[in-house]
C-alpha cells in the first residue's frame, strides 16, 4: 500500500487546534487520535503531573493497538500521533507502530518526545519508518536550568539529538518535519532568546507555551513556578478533547482527555470491550459532553482543568480509575523537594 504523506506546519496546526464545533454529537473525529503507548516516563519534570501518577506501568497490548488503528481509519481518522502522558520511546515497538500506521493508511503520524532515548539508531528506525513529524520537548537553555526542570542532567544528549534528526534528514534525504515545543515557567523565561539564537537552526519551528494546570492535577504551578499570574476568575479554558480528539490509554480505554489522563479519572469506554465508534457516542461520553456544555463539570476532573479550579473530583467510572489521595493531588510536596534544591529560591 501507498503510504499517504501530508505536510502539516506545527504553527498552523496550533492556530487550528481550536477550531472545532462545541455539539452532544459531534462528527467523528478526521484530525487527531492520541494514543499512549507505554503509561511511564524517563524524566520528572517540575510542571508535570507525571510525579503524581499512580497508575500500574504498562505497555499496550499489540493485537488491540492494530485493531484500534485499523477501526480508526476505516472511520476517516488521518492523523495519529504516539504520545500522550508518557515518554514514547520506552516503548521498544515505536518504529513498529509507525511503520503499521502509515501502512494502514494514516496521512500524519506525528512524536512528541522528551528525546533523551531517542538515540541516533532509534531515530532513523522511526524516521525510515515513516514518522511525518518528531517533536522533542526541551524545557530550558543551558543545561543547569534544564537539569532543573527535567529532574535529569540529559541537555547536551537531548541536543545531539535533535542534531542528529536534522542531519539525517539531509543526508538520506528523508521528508519530515522537525519540531521544539518549551514550556515558559519563571525559571527558564530568562533563556528563551538563548534558546532560539542557539538552536532553532536544528528544527523547522520552536513552540514556546506558557505552563498550565496540566489535566488539573498540578494547581501549585500558578503560585510556584509560572511566570504570568494565575487565570482570573471569569477563565475558561476551552476543550477541543471533548469533540474532535480521540486518547486511547495504554490499558486500552477511550478517554476523554488523550493528553492529560493520568489516573484514569475520564474514562467514557473499554475498548478491548467495545468498538471505537460505540465508544465515541456512548452514553458516558455524551453525558460528559453534555455537562461540558451547561457549564456543570463540577465534581470531575475538567472542573479543574477549564476553569483553573482546586477543588476535590470523582472519577467518570470508578472500575476504570486508580484512586487517587485528593490530598496528594493537591499538595506541592512533588515541587517543593525540587524548589528547595534550586539555589536562592524564596517563593514568590
Known amino acids: 500500500m501507498d503510504r499517504k504523506r501530508i505536510e502539516i506546519q506545527l504553527e498552523e496546526r496550533m492556530k487550528t487546534r481550536m477550531n472545532f464545533q462545541e455539539t452532544l454529537h459531534p462528527v467523528f473525529p ?24 499512580t497508575r500500574k506501568r504498562r505497555e499496550i497490548d499489540k493485537n488491540l493497538l492494530l485493531r484500534i488503528m485499523r477501526e480508526a481509519h476505516e472511520l476517516g481518522v488521518k492523523e495519529i500521533g504516539f504520545y500522550s502522558t508518557s515518554e514514547p520511546f520506552l516503548c521498544k515497538n515505536l518504529a513498529m507502530y509507525v511503520k503499521e500506521a502509515k501502512d494502514t493508511g494514516f496521512e500524519y503520524v506525528y512524536i512528541t518526545t522528551n528525546g533523551a532515548l531517542a538515540t541516533p539508531q532509534r531515530l532513523k528506525e522511526v524516521i525510515d519508518s515513516g514518522a511525518d513529524s518528531i517533536k522533542f520537548s526541551i524545557n530550558a537553555g543551558t543545561s543547569e536550568t534544564y537539569k532543573f526542570i527535567h529532574g535529569y542532567d540529559d541537555f547536551d544528549k537531548v ?76 477563565f475558561k479554558r476551552p476543550c477541543h478533547n471533548l469533540f474532535d480528539s480521540i486518547g486511547i490509554t495504554s490499558e486500552g480505554y477511550l478517554t476523554a482527555c488523550g493528553c492529560a489522563d493520568f489516573q484514569g479519572y475520564l474514562i467514557v469506554a473499554d475498548l478491548n470491550k467495545t468498538s471505537l465508534y460505540d465508544g465515541w457516542y456512548s452514553d458516558k461520553f ?22 483553573a479550579n482546586k477543588l476535590p473530583y470523582e472519577p467518570l467510572d470508578r472500575d476504570y480509575a486508580t484512586i487517587i489521595d485528593m490530598a496528594d493531588v493537591f499538595t506541592a510536596r512533588h515541587l517543593n523537594n525540587r524548589l528547595n534544591k534550586y539555589p536562592g529560591y524564596t517563593g514568590m
Open 30 to 53: 478526521h484530525k487527531e487520535m492520541l494514543v499512549e503507548l507505554v503509561n511511564g516516563c524517563n524524566h520528572k519534570c517540575i510542571f508535570c503531573a507525571q510525579s503524581k501518577m
Open 159 to 234: 541536543i545531539s539529538h535533535l542534531r542528529f534528526c536534522k542531519e539525517y534528514r539531509e543526508s538520506a534525504n528523508r521528508i519530515f518535519k522537525l519540531y521544539v515545543s518549551y514550556i515558559i515557567t519563571r525559571f527558564n523565561v530568562g533563556e528563551i532568546e538563548l534558546f532560539k539564537e542557539r538552536y532553532s537552526r536544528y528544527c523547522d519551528y520552536i513552540s514556546f507555551n506558557p505552563v498550565f494546570n496540566l489535566g488539573g492535577m498540578v494547581p501549585e504551578i500558578y503560585d510556584r513556578i509560572s511566570s504570568t499570574p494565575p487565570p482570573g476568575k471569569s
Open 286 to 307: 455524551t453525558g460528559l459532553r453534555k455537562r461540558y456544555l451547561a457549564d456543570s463539570l463540577e465534581g470531575l476532573q475538567c472542573f479543574n482543568c477549564v476553569y
